[in-house]
C-alpha cells in the first residue's frame, strides 16, 4: 500500500464498524486473501455490491462515471488494466495505492464479504507517522 503505508508499521484495524455498517468507497480494509485466506492483505476499497466498475484507459469508472480519488491521492493516480465487471450482493473490489505493483482484485478479483476483518483506524507506530483516517467519508 505504498505510498500510504510502508513495511514496519503498526497499523490499529476497526474490527467492530462493519458489524454495524457496510464499508464505505474509499475506506483502507484488512481481509483474508481470497486465494488463501491464511494471508491476510491491506487494499483500499473501491468497488461495491451490484456496482459494474470498469477500468480502462488508466481511469476507474463506477456504473458509467469516473471516480474521484482525490480524497485520498495527492496526486493523479494512473490505473492499468482494462476490465469490466459486474460485483455480486456481497462481493467487493480493491485495489492497491501502489497502483502499477499491486496484487489487487484486477489480478484475483473480488474479495467476498465474508474475508473482510476491519478498516484501517491508525497508524500507531512509528510515532513520527502517527496519523488517520486514510479516506474521506
Known amino acids: 500500500m505504498v505510498p500510504t503505508f510502508q ?8 474490527e467492530l464498524s462493519y458489524r ?19 494471508q491476510k492483505y491491506i487494499k483500499r476499497m473501491i468497488g461495491m455490491p451490484s456496482e459494474t466498475l470498469e477500468i480502462k484507459d488508466g481511469e476507474v469508472f463506477i456504473n458509467g462515471k469516473q471516480l474521484n480519488e482525490s480524497s485520498y491521492f495527492q496526486n493523479e ?4 488494466g482494462n476490465i469490466k465487471i459486474t460485483l455480486g450482493e456481497n462481493e467487493y473490489f480493491v485495489l492497491g495505492d501502489n497502483r502499477p505493483a499491486s496484487s489487487d482484485s484486477r489480478v484475483w ?20 507517522a502517527f496519523s488517520a483516517p486514510f479516506y474521506q467519508n
Open 7 to 14: 513495511n514496519g508499521q503498526y497499523l490499529i484495524i476497526d
Open 20 to 38: 454495524l455498517r457496510a464499508p464505505e468507497r474509499g475506506e483502507v480494509i484488512v481481509f483474508k486473501y481470497p486465494n488463501d485466506p491464511s
Open 77 to 80: 493516480i494512473i490505473t492499468t
Open 109 to 128: 478479483g473480488v474479495v467476498p464479504k465474508e474475508n473482510i476483518i476491519g478498516r484501517v483506524a491508525l497508524r500507531a507506530w512509528p510515532f513520527d
